[in-house]
């Protein structure tokens, strides 16, 4: 069974529709990679899994669980970690403390607990710090553990923001244009690192990417959108050679 | 320039990172425990009031510091902290169980509240929160047979397990008091911040957004910052009440969170020791004020002069020092610890224009 599967799923905000009968099915350990022109409704398929919005008709299941009967927040519960477009990492905190958040949905101890600091709440501090320390080793981010986001590099936000999804441990990771703004080894190191992402922790990606190189070398299986419908699905080469998909991007070859 | 070696992740969640910063604290708090044989009893009544200050500020630091969420409502959890201390002493509760019990009745209220006015953002939030403040006052002149409404109510006789504390009496008793609930506030106050929930509040105040993508859920937070925070100022209240001996509606006037939510932007926001700052010059400016102006000649009271006075100092601040008088103190430090390398705009703050559009 799919890890991720899409049913039919509509989006309308009023008159316009955003995601149109779109049906995709992610396997598990897939690199899946959703790809189309601006405005055809990528990152909204993104805020549809994350329960940001709600379809109006369709079905989204996540591991056989109905994710439609979920609020946002309880989303990450089941291993769905994300990433955002335009990067929202919480700036007054450090990095450790932002990935540290990220571990937010495995606490184990209550707010009396916590207030009073007791060996259980010490012993999951520890625990907590550890995990985020392999993601810190992982993506080399150890220059950077006690800055604040808010004096750090663009190009440094885009990693701790993918090592605060990786942080929670999911099963499935969201990657909203992880390349975006990055400088041509920056977009290196993060092929290696998906590759990786997917190799050694076994975390399914699914990513919105515009840059076909990186979507080609890392990527499964991709999915073409244009004015949220799909338009084709297959593997890198296929989509990008099908008719339809270039016709979206270039337009019709024949003068008009 | 001090280097600070990391050997173990307890070194990140103990509360003072290394033993020069303990010793630091711990010189400050055997100052503050001297203190009743260091300066007269006018002074340290004074100290009292420093510390009562730094309670309630401590409690709107709390949400509005680390929660982001603002509160002009706060001088109405100062009122029900202390007329439930007193009607609770009243009917016969000792006051060390009353004290406590006053403080959850607080906070339980206070998240009650804060479940529909939790809903607006910023300034509405503040507005709302205002209203709350100025029917305080009215509810406390409508429910006169339990607060004595405008014609106020005198504190009872306070006895901790059979010493009275009293402020002329006993000033050094009255002291310790204030000092032990301060003491006890920051401590549950830190250990929150190195806790889960303590980086939830973080989390809602940056971006609410990626704190619900991380699975913090954020009417819960919201509501529980809300109710802790009602809570602590709850306890402030009531010792500022206690103190002040006698109090009625006019004790507790919406002016009291204005100046409370000045006191914590002065003191710099989202720092403890912003509180104890805050707390430090607003109860000293009175005096500083009343000593100028006997300086100069005059023996006329200016009405409002205390409250424009800070009202100015707050427009400096804001335009010229925003991270409050402890943040100076940070970036003079920064400078000294890493001189000759500090530089200018290493706390400048950095505005983030891409930020996603709020959904919904």
């Known amino acids: 069974m799919s890890l991720l599967t899409l049913e039919n799923v509509t989006l309308k905000f009023g008159g316009l529709t955003a995601v149109n009968n779109l049906s995709m099915q992610v396997e598990e350990g897939q690199v899946f990679a959703l790809v ?59 990095v450790l403390e932002n990935l540290l958040v990220g571990r937010h ?21 520890r625990a907590h710090r550890e ?119 270039l337009g019709t070859g024949d003068a008009a | 320039m001090r280097i600070h070696f990391k050997t173990s992740y307890d070194d990140d969640i103990r509360l003072f990172e290394d033993g020069w910063k303990l010793s ?21 009544g004074e100290a009292t009031n420093v510390l009562i200050w730094a309670t309630c500020g401590l409690g709107l630091m709390l949400l509005t510091g680390q929660t982001g969420q603002a509160s002009l409502g706060h001088s109405a959890f100062m009122a029900l902290g202390c007329y439930s201390t007193v009607l609770l002493m009243e009917a016969g509760v000792p006051f060390i169980v009353a004290f406590p019990l006053a403080g959850i009745i607080t906070g339980i209220v206070g998240g009650l509240i804060a479940i529909p006015a939790l809903k607006l953002h910023g300034v509405y939030l503040a507005i709302a929160t205002l209203a709350l403040a100025i029917l305080t006052d009215d509810l406390i002149v409508m429910l006169e047979p339990w607060t004595g409404g405008v014609g106020g109510k005198f504190a009872p006789p306070i006895t901790v397990f059979g010493l ?75 010792l500022m009440g206690l103190f002040a001996e006698v109090f009625n509606n006019e004790t507790f006037t919406f002016i009291l969170s204005i100046q409370l939510l000045m006191m914590i932007v002065v003191g710099g926001l989202g720092f403890i020791h912003g509180a104890f700052l805050g707390a430090i010059v607003i109860s000293f400016l009175p005096q500083a004020l009343s000593i100028i102006t006997d300086g100069i000649g005059s023996n006329v009271a200016i009405p409002g002069l205390e409250i424009g006075v800070f009202g100015v100092i707050m427009i400096l601040f804001i335009l010229f020092e925003p991270m409050g008088l402890y943040g100076r103190w940070l970036k003079i430090r920064t400078f000294f610890q890493l001189f000759p390398f500090a530089r200018k705009d290493m706390f400048r703050r950095q505005k983030s224009y891409l930020k996603t559009e709020r959904l919904r």
């Open chain 2, 24 to 44: 630091l604290y711990a010189a400050l708090l055997a100052l503050m425990v001297a203190l009743p044989w260091l300066i007269d009893d006018f002074y340290l």
């Open chain 1, 105 to 125: 949905r495995h606490r184990g101890t209550n707010l009396v607990q916590q207030m009073f600091h007791t060996p259980a709440v010490r012993a999951e501090e």
């Open chain 2, 164 to 238: 009275e504390v009293n402020r002329w009496s006993n000033p050094a008793a009255w002291y310790y008091m204030a000092l032990i609930v301060v003491l006890v506030v920051t401590l549950f106050y830190r250990n929150l911040l190195r806790a889960p929930m303590g980086r939830a509040f973080a989390a809602v105040r940056d971006s609410e957004i990626s704190a619900q993508a991380m699975g913090v859920n954020l009417a819960r937070t919201k509501t529980i910052a809300f109710g802790m925070s009602a809570g602590i100022t709850g306890l402030g209240g009531a």
């Open chain 1, 131 to 249: 995990a985020v320390e392999e993601v810190i080793d992982f993506l080399d981010l150890q220059p950077y553990r006690n800055s604040r986001i808010a004096g750090l590099p663009y190009g440094v936000r885009k990693v701790v923001e993918v090592g605060r999804a990786l942080a929670s441990k999911p099963r499935l990771l969201l990657l909203d244009e992880p390349a975006s703004g990055l400088s041509v080894e920056e977009t290196q190191n993060m092929r290696w690192w998906i590759d990786d992402i997917r190799r050694q922790m076994g975390i399914t990606v699914l990513m919105v990417e515009h840059d076909m190189g990186l979507v080609s070398k890392v990527c499964d299986k991709v999915l073409a959108l244009a004015d949220g419908a799909m338009l084709a699905q297959g593997t890198p080469a296929e989509v990008q050679s099908h008719p339809a998909v270039i016709e979206a991007y």
């Open chain 1, 36 to 94: 189309g022109p601006n405005g055809a409704g990528k990152s909204t398929v993104f805020n549809l899994i994350s329960r940001f919005y709600t379809p109006v008709s369709g079905k989204i299941s996540f591991a056989g669980t109905d994710l439609l009967g979920l609020a946002p927040d309880e989303v990450p519960s089941l291993g769905i970690a994300r990433t955002f477009q335009n990067i929202e990492l919480f700036d007054q905190a450090t």
